[in-house]
């Protein structure tokens, strides 16, 4: 059974930074596309940023420039570097692993950008 497991939410100011992780157990790690989505109180889930098993990466429009995903495949762990954040950043934010006709989430975790 494929675990995800989200860590590194917290408070934040705005203007300062987060590392999110999500590292996964029982699966291929490597074979997955990995995504980080977002989902803030009466908004629909967003996808903020994808990388595939080849390593390439998109984002979506409102964290370009500002946010940024990587993977340790040795560590079957992915990442979200999140700088420059907003009070609009504000969100559970929950990692995804995809292949073929498997989907696995994490819990989630929480990130609140407040002064």
């Known amino acids: 059974q494929v675990q995800l497991v989200e860590s590194g939410g917290g408070l934040v100011q705005p203007g300062g930074s987060l590392r999110l992780s999500c590292t996964a157990s029982?699966?291929?790690?490597?074979?997955?596309?990995m995504n980080w989505y977002r989902q803030a109180p009466g908004k629909q889930r967003e996808l903020v940023a994808t990388?595939?098993?080849?390593?390439?990466?998109t984002y979506a429009d409102s964290v370009k420039g500002r946010f940024t995903i990587s993977r340790d495949n040795a560590k079957n762990t992915v990442y979200l570097q999140m700088n420059s954040l907003k009070p609009e950043d504000t969100a559970v934010y929950s990692c995804?692993?995809?292949?073929?006709?498997?989907?696995?989430w994490g819990q989630g975790t929480q990130v609140t950008v407040s002064s």
């Open positions: 990388i595939t098993s080849g390593g390439s990466t």
């Open positions: 029982g699966t291929i790690f490597r074979l997955y596309t």
């Open positions: 995804n692993a995809n292949v073929g006709l498997y989907n696995y």
